[in-house]
Every structure is written in C-alpha cells, then in structure tokens.
Nanobody
Framework: QVQLVESGGGLVQAGGSLRLSCAAS????????KAWFRQAPGKEREFVAA????????YYRDSVNGRFAIFSDDDKDTVFLAMNTLKPEDSGLYFC????????????????????WGRGTQVTVSS
C-alpha cells in the first residue's frame, strides 16, 4: 500500500513563503498524476496544483497561478509545492494525492480520481 506523508507546513505571515513536501513509500505506485489539495475549516477540499510525469505537465487553480509551483523528484518519489506571496486565504490543511489518471484540468481537479491520500500538513497565513 502506497503511503504519502506531507511535511513543511507552518505559520507564516502574509507575503511569506513555504515549501511543502510529500514523500511516497510502500510498494511501487502506478501513479501518473501527483497533486496538492487544501481544505479550510467548514469548506470543501479544493484542488491546488497537479503534475504529470513524463512528459511533464502541470495545472494550477487560478488563485495560486504565478505564486505556487509544483515539481517532483522522481528519484526520491517526492513531490513539492513551493508557495510564495502567501495570503490568509491560502490557509488550510494541505493534502497530497496520487492518481493513475490524467486528462483535462476539470478532470484532474476532481478529488474522486485520486486513489492515495496523505494525512495533510497545516498551513496558516496570518494577516
């Protein structure tokens, strides 16, 4: 069973930066897509960014495009989310996820296509 473990969350002031990591372990995964989602208290889980393996391709939600960057280290089976110019509305519990599916962005944004999830790392951005 693939296990995903997130790290790198924390408390940061608005305008600051954080880099999240998600390390995979366990049996070999057939994942094509690795993604980050987030969930704020009382809100639904929402898509943040996704990356596809070779050929590499990425998607971002509009509100983070240009501020966040998703990238992966396949040798370490780790995916990262570099977050810059953070805003209070970026606060939430950030989850990484893996899927054997890739497609148009409206498909990749759906939590239902992801078969493996981490437990999350908390990001809090103070104003």
């Amino acid at each position: 069973q693939v296990q995903l473990v997130e790290s790198g969350g924390g408390l940061v002031q608005a305008g600051g930066s954080l880099r999240l990591s998600c390390a995979a372990s366990g049996r070999a995964s057939s994942s094509i897509t690795k993604a980050w989602f987030r969930q704020a208290p009382g809100k639904e889980r929402e898509f943040v960014a996704a990356i596809r393996r070779s050929p590499e391709m990425t998607y971002y939600r509009d509100s983070v495009n240009g501020r966040f960057a998703i990238f992966s280290d396949d040798d370490k089976d780790t995916v990262f989310l570099a977050m810059n110019t953070l805003k209070p509305e970026d606060s939430g519990l950030y989850f990484c996820a893996e899927s054997g599916v890739w497609g148009q962005q409206d498909l990749v944004e759906r939590p239902s296509i992801y078969s493996h999830w981490g437990r999350g790392t908390q990001v809090t951005v103070s104003s």
